[in-house]
């Protein structure tokens, strides 16, 4: 249970960091915003920030650049707040449309950020955090270098919570399954030397279960299809 608290208080550092009171107010609000959408969206985004600031701080970036990569970790999918609910907690395949809607979180999510003055690299780790290392991404096709640091930190981390989360159409990925995932996406969907880093950290069992919050582990009804081919991080 302490090391849960620890997660939850390394996420939540970004807030006591910053110096403006309004600013921290706004940030308040848009935890009890997501709190009030989807508890376990919020889950979500502490345990994508506790990942990235991991990974942030084993790639020895500055402390500035770690507290921006972990607010923008937290704040990575803010933009499904103007996501219509039917939507965001639709337990089967969204189709066309509706996956169309849903894509429009990271430009949402900027959007709403924008009057919050916050560090650039945290705006562009949540505009970002969809695009693919290949190109295939959205919300503009950026490719290895040319997506933000930050962006591509996120992308790793919330591809690994994503696995390693029960979802309402299938059970949490056993580890195994979670680094041969990887592997087989590295330097597609994720840049590899990001990859190798996050497995580095994955071995050293910080990451494993005990560390999640308990809610993070409901709504699962259905087992993953053998022969499915996962995409992650395009909800
Ligand atoms: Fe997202």
Redesign the pocket.
Known sequence: MKRVARQLDLALTPFEALQRPARAVDLAGVTECLREKDPALLDHSHRVAFFADLLAQRLQLPEGMVGQVRTGAFL??V??LGVAHGILLKPGKLDASQLREMRR??VL?ARMLRDLSLPRGVVAGVLH??EWWDGSGYPDGLSAGQIPLAARIITVC?AFDSMNSHRPYRRALSRQTIFDEFQSFTGRQFEPYLVDAFLRILETGVCDPPLLPASSSGGCRAPVHPGRRLRY???
């Open positions: 990575h999918d933009g499904k979180h990271p999510g955090h969809h919330d991080g395009v909800q």
